[in-house]
């Protein structure tokens, strides 16, 4: 295997969240911190695409934590904190994703070239977690006086804003309302963050003609998290293959641009038009090219 071909399989791998593949291809010789062609470094996407099992091992074979993407300057803490959670399929995931990060040095006061730090974007998508953590590993400038930067992690505003605060001791208000949670125990079970579980038996109840507020239906779900049989289900039970979001993506477009080529090739199997456009002139063509989603694209 070639150091082009393995850097394609590295990918595959970190956007199907899949660690042991992952570790043994870097130990066979894959870099932790070669950029792909989208000029994103493997632990950039596996924050973005939110695979918490990959993180830990791109950190145990030397990814830098601080490398900076040169378009945007986004670091793998931007953008965990920037579109992470939605990527993630639990909540507990993405707190320890970002703890990883931050014990590895990642810096919450870096900014990207937009003026955004890591704390500024999760203060914007209220990642709450991310923030204790953040105050935890290097306590957030809180301001002065009245004019609190964020207000619920001081002790006095707490107590003051609520009154059943005020039997407690300093100590117990900040260990059950400021302090992070603890590290989730190895081999606990992941609670989910979304109300839908997204499973095989979700799959057969679903309807698949149901959008969301972005005009996702169940289909663009499945496509986006790399669900191979809920999509397989969804389909048989007739869910529309090209049905279009608000911004005009297809399923086929969400799984191109998720780097989710499995699902891409069944979609493509049951008659999905690549050559389907979104309100912004682009196809999964497109997508797939943008993402480095290489097995995809070379199908289309």
Request: with cysteine; proline share 5%.
């Amino acid at each position: 295997m070639n150091e082009a071909t393995i850097q394609e399989e590295l990918f595959a791998a970190i956007c199907h969240n899949e660690a042991d593949v992952v570790d043994k291809l870097l130990v066979a010789g894959a870099d932790a911190n070669k950029r792909f062609r989208n000029q994103l470094t493997p632990l950039m996407v596996a924050a973005r695409a939110g695979a918490h099992t990959v993180i830990p091992v791109l950190l145990a074979h030397g990814a830098y934590v601080n490398a900076s993407y040169g378009l945007w300057g986004r670091s793998a803490f931007h953008w965990l904190c920037r579109q992470g959670l939605t990527s993630h399929y639990h909540v507990e995931a993405h707190t320890e994703s970002a703890r990883a990060l931050l014990a590895a040095g990642a810096d919450a006061y870096m900014t990207d070239d937009s003026g955004d730090t890591p704390l500024i974007l999760a203060l914007r998508h209220r990642q709450k977690n991310v923030i204790k953590l953040i105050h935890a590993y290097s306590p957030i400038p809180n301001g002065t006086g009245d004019k609190l930067l964020i207000p619920w992690l001081d002790v006095a505003y707490l107590r003051k804003s609520n009154p059943y605060l005020r039997r407690y001791t300093d100590e117990e208000i900040h260990a059950y309302c400021i302090a992070p949670p603890e590290p989730r125990r190895p081999g606990a079970t992941l609670r989910r963050s979304h109300p839908l579980p997204f499973d095989t038996a979700w799959a057969t109840k679903a309807d698949v003609y149901t959008r969301n507020k972005k005009g996702f239906t169940a289909l663009h779900h499945a496509a986006a998290l790399g669900l191979y049989e809920v999509a397989a289900i969804l389909i048989d039970r007739g869910a529309p293959i090209d049905a279009t979001s608000r911004s005009g993506a297809t399923p086929l477009m969400v799984a191109a641009r998720s780097g989710r080529w499995k699902v891409g090739h069944l979609l493509l199997a049951h008659g999905a038009d690549p050559l389907k456009q979104d309100i912004n002139k682009r196809n999964a063509y497109d997508f797939a090219r943008r993402a480095n989603n290489r097995k995809l694209f070379g199908m289309i």
